[in-house]
Structures are given as C-alpha cells and as structure tokens.
C-alpha cells in the first residue's frame, strides 16, 4: 500500500473526525438553547392560561394580544417543533384541569394557534406524525374527526391503528365494539388494555348488547379483550364465556382466561367444569396457576380430585398438591402417598435385583 | 539456495498474514459502519415509539404482566442492605423481588433479616421446575412495607443456580435477572415491559437495556443521587466501552433482531420459556449469552416467531473493575463464558435450520467475537516476528497504525455523540471532554490489558486449567452523610 493514498486516507478520517466534534458541540449548545426556547413557551403559555381563567377584574382577554404573545415566542407555522411543544402542552394542561375550566381552556385552544394542526397530521405519509396527529384529536376530544379514525383502524402501522382504535373507543364507547372485534390485523396486550381502561374511565356503565354481539368474533385478540372487559366490569352472569377458554390449544388464549378467571368466585357448577377442563391443560405452569386458584375459592377441599392428582399428575403438579392437602389437614393422604411411592420403588427395586 | 527458498517462504507467509489482517480489518471496520447506521435507526424509532406508549400510561394500567426481580446474592453485607432498599423502590404495579442468598459464608443473609424484619417460611412443597441445590429457607418480611421481598436461602451453587432458585419461586409471568450489586432505575421496569406490551406477531423471549458505570456516584437510598464520571482512568475508559458496545453493538443488533445476548446483570426474560428450556446452565460462565442461545434455538426449533430485544436507555448501573488484577480476571471469565457458549452450541455454525441465527448471528460471534482477541494476539506475534526477519516497511506500518487508530477513535467518537445526543447523563463539556480522552487513550492504556484477559481465558480453556468466577473486590457506593439522608 502507498505511503501518500494512507496519508489521504489520515487526512479524510481527520477530517471526519472533526465534523463528528463538531456535531457533539453544535448538539450541546443547541440542547441548551432549544431548553430556554421552551422554557420561554412554556412561561408563556402558563401566563396566558392562568390570565384567561382567572382575569383581572373588569379586564377581559385580548384574543389578539394573545396571538401576538405567542407569535413572539416562535409560535409560526414555520416552526413546527415549537408549534408541537405548544400542542403538548395544550394537552397536558386539559389533561390536568377539570370542570368550568376545562370548558374554559377547550374554548380557548379552539381560538388560538396551531388551527386544525392535528388534523392536518392524519394526512402525513410518516406513522408518527399520522400517529401523533390521532393522539392529539382524542386526547383533545375534536370528536368531529371520528370518521376518519373509523378509516385508519385497519392501518399498516401498528402505531397509527392503535392510537385510532383508541380513539375509536374514546368517542363511541361501548358502540366501537362494533369494529373492534373484527379487525383486520392482530391485537397487542397493550391496544386491549387502553380498550378496556378507557372503556372503564368513560362508559363505566356496560352496554351488554354491543359486548355480546361481540361473542361471535373468533378471533384471538377478540376473545382476549372480551375476556379482559369482562374481568375489568366484573360480569359475573358472562364468566361462562371465559370459561370455555380455559382449556383453548393456544397457550396466550389460556393464559388470559386463567388470569381473568382468577377474579371472580364461582358456582359449584362452574368449579366442576374448571376441574374438568383443568386436565386438558397442556403446560404445567398455567396447571399450576389454575390449581391455586381452584384451592383459593373452594369453600372445601375436594379429596378425590387432589388425591387424583396426588397421584396423577406431573411431578410439579403432585408437590403443589401435597402442599395443598398437607396445609389443609389431609396429612395422612400426603403421607399414604409417599408410603405408597416409597414401597413401589422398593418393590421395583427387589424385581431388578 | 536454502535460504533463498527459506526467505520465500518467509515473504509468502507474509503476505498470506497481510492480507488475512486487512481483510479481516476491513470486514470490522465494515460491521462497524453498518452498526453505527443500525443502531442510529434503532434509537430514533425507540424514541418514537416511546411517545407512545408512556411510563405514566404505564404505570396506572390493570393488566400489565407483572415481574419478579431475581437477586442473588454471594457475600455481598457491603452493599446489599443499600441494593436491597434500591430494588424495593421501583416503580411498579405488579412486582415482586426475590433476593437469592446464595450460600454466602459472611453475614449477608443476617443484616437482610435484621433490617427487613425477615421470618421463614416452610419450604418442604416448593416446586422446582429446575432442578437447583438445596433449598434452606424461604423468609419473608413480617412488615407490610416490604411484602413483595422474598429471601430464599440456598447451598451455594453459583450465580445461575441462584437464578434457577429464584425463577422457581416465582410466579409471574415475566422474570428480571439481575445482581444484587446493581443500582435499577425507578421507572426501568415501565420501561422494560413496553416491548412484551407492543408485540404482536411476534413473542418477547428477552429484553435487555444499557447497562452504565457508577463508580464514584453518589447514591441515596438506592437511587442514583449525582452521576459522575469515575475518578480513575479504568472505570473511566471502561464507561466509553459499555457506551460503544451497548449503542452501538447492541442497538444495531436489535434492530435486525440479532440479538443473543441478554446481560446477565440486567434481562428480563419470559418465565414459561426459561422454564421450558430448563433455565441457566451451571456448567458456565458465560450463563446469560448461553440462556440467550439456547432459547432462540429453542425458539426455532419449535417454530415460534420470536424476537430479543435491546432498549438503548441505561436502565441500570454497575460498579465496574477499579483496578487492572480485577478488570483482568472479569475479562478471563468473559472470554472462558464465550468460548464454553460458543462449543456447546457449535452446531449452529452455518446450520441452515436456525435460519438466521445459524447462518449470520452466530458466525458473526465466532469470526468476530470470540476470534477477535485471537487475531489481534496473532497480529501481535507476527509484527514481532516479521521485524525481527526485517520484512516490515516502518513508514507504511506507522501510517496503517495511525489510520486504524483514527478509524477507532471516529467509532468511539460518534458512540460518544448518539449518547449525548439522546441521552442526559453526561452533558457537560467538561464531562464529554473526559470522555472522549479516555477514548482515545483506551486503544494504548486499555486494550492490550483487554486482550491479556482475553487469551489468559482461551489458554486456560486449551489447556485444562481449572478457573472459576474469581472474586471481585467492590468498594461500595458513595452515600450521603447522614444528616442528609
């Protein structure tokens, strides 16, 4: 190799270097500038808010000096970042204030700048701003863009079809679960417990005509955000709905109806069937789960079926059960079984010999 | 003639060597670009996404899947009561924490039960998926405050027994590994749980994050109080070590979803699946990359979608090697846990049934992970011996040197910058100027010591010799006096 092509080569990694140098200081200077720019926003905003709630006596709000106010803190459509920061903080405030005010405030908003900004972001070709621009519209409850949320449920972005399935549910409530059940793609934990969390803050009363419509969605995700609404709204007379998930070959399907199952009581009727579906059950570990929750809301021991697994089950399954009639007074059952594991071994010992 | 055909033989060994050197440089130094444009997107989409989906939304949701943090602990009385109270403070909703008192032969086990207000519990029924050694006792705290604390003490059987213990106990859905020794940020379990919350054709095996440098910090009740850079020049370079691997290596990896290795100081792991695959293995010390291995095989041959993923955010803090003895002994016990992990699953090497795992990942670990300190040990030896027959062109060696060097310290560099970029902790100048110092020493002050570790572990897996985790001296964290606590 050269001497002169490595001394180039020197130079432009030099060079590089530098730049890279330069970067980390424009990023720091600029970090420390951008945070006194939102700084001032935010004094700003503060200042028009709490003037607009509470003004002075005989003194009433300048709409145009408020424009102008904000306008002199960068508040441009040609900075669209300052105009984000100020969105943000429109929401945080609404999110925080509650009553008169919050009627107040939702006024105000709609009179000052950005005008129609989140909107305009369900429009973009990036996910995070259509994402975001969903966001904005529920969190500032414009539920006149309702349609155009219906329109993105089925969107490719996990992001964008979640924030408008969010949506969704936050303007029609229990309504959506005309939708809802029938998507086209799959479901994450995280879009069924925004469902159900936002069902619960804001239709508290359960609309059981829309829910049981939804029984008939075999989909997955469905079933597991029906048994999850359930759960959440303590549906006892619909328990018979998780309980025919119990034993289901997929292993999430069980998983979340044993976790919803564990917070109710049930009929003997209904405890029967859980034992009876309980040794369909192909992973131990959700065994496990189950049996703990049969001991817990049984009023009695049941002795033939712990005996059975006592001596039936996987060998997890045996101690937990042992562990279970040994805690409840069935000592001499636990010790029989061991006698009796103990003589077979001996007994199978004497043969081999 | 003969020492015609002999220097030949010498220049045809030569430059065999040469080229082998530039290629395998050159595929690095490509890796390493590749990585920093990978790990670039990874953190910019983790910063999107994480817009939406916040700790504060987060923390008051009802359905979450709730985690069991697993501590061991071997003769740790100097730090754990401080760990302890760390680990007891996180935010979480659903949480349990599990200290594994491993066998500890000082009074570990006495101080947890004095300042917790411990009692046992019958341990007869105890169900052990995996098998681990014997179990003693089971305590728990008879005070309210502390009811999602469990101690379990055990015979000692190593760190991933420990952990075995512990995944036993318990009885969440998901399980944190971790060591008592770590500082966990508050809100690190909000944090964790997004991917597990978000995925949907896929399933979370793991999830990792950055780990960071506490040496010379001051911490208050378990809680960072004031990060700062550590005062001596080891923990100092090796802070610029965990930034390059953990931004860079890891993100990148991430991002194509490569990784395999979760670290053992701070994985979150899915229960059922660790369970299945039978937990740690005991016979290694390179448990964590091992677990990671195994379940991603496992993954495959049952034909699961599966994903492991990496957080760029430094969601836990270590105190690293003050002092080369002990830096040298960790990077021996890294370098035998790599070797054991790779041997064990040789099998994988360009196997065609684990898909991209077989075919690239793990290739990519035994060309450029566990073959790296082989080549450099060779590079060395060779620049010895072809001197000593005068075949090196100094003036071109020195330029190659300083190139590779610059091409060093612009990796280190940009790593430097995505942290400050993105990150808070270390964002005054005089900070970055300390840290891009250190950078640029580490190839000199640093890296030979690295190596030495390195091959010291790859000779005592050669040659049989008999070595285990080593003793790692801490001296404890800087807490505020008193009066101010």
Redesign the interface.
Known sequence: MKAEILILLIKILLLVLVIVFGSIAYSMIYRRWRTKRLQLIESTFAKICSLYLYPAPNEESNLIEIQRELKAVGIVPSKPRNVQYLIDLMIRTQRSILGNNYTKLKKLFTQIPPYGASASKLTSSKWYIKARGIREIYEMDQSQYTRDLIKLRNDDNIYVRREAQIGIVIFLGWKSLRFLPYLKRQMTLWQQIKIVEKLNDLYPIPDLNHLRRAYNSDRPYANELIMRIIRKFHLTEDIAYIIQFIDNPKFEIREAAIYCISSFSLSAEQLREIKEKFYHISNTEQQLMLLKYIQRISMDIDLPFYKDLLYNGSDIIKLSTADILWNNGYKEEVQEYYYHQYTQKADSESISV | MVILVEIDLYYYIFWILNYFFLLYGLCLIALYFFAIILSTRSVNRNK??A???QVN?IVS?????SITLIAPAFNESKTIVENVKSLLALQYPYYELIIVNDGSTDNTLQLLIDKYDLESFDS??????IPTSTVNKIYRSRKLQFKQLTVIDKNNGGKSDANNAGINFA?T?LVLCTDADCIIEQDALLKMVRP??????QEIVACGAAIGIINDSIVKNGVVEKLRLPDSLIPMIQVVEYIRAFLLGRMAWSEINGVMLVSGAFGLYA??RV?EVNGFNIHTVGEDLELGIRLRKHMEEIKVPHKMVYLPETLCWTEAPNNIDVLIKQRDRWARGLWETMTLHKDLFFNRKYRDMGLFYYPYWMVFELGAPIVEFLGLLSLIVFTMLGLINW??AI??F??IY??G??FS??S??IY??NFKHY?T?KE?IELLLAAYLEPFLYHPILVLGQIQGYYKKIFGVKSGWGNMDRKGFKTLPKERL
Do not use: H, M, W
Request: net charge neutral; with cysteine; hydrophobic share 45%.
């Open positions: 999107r996404k817009r939406f989906l939304d949701a009802t359905d979450i899947p007869t029924f105890i169900t052990q998926p009885a859905e597990y919350l978000e995925e949907f054709n229960r059922n369970i003036n071109v330029l190659l300083t190139s610059l091409l310290c612009i560099t940009i430097i910058f400050v970029k964002n100048g970055v």
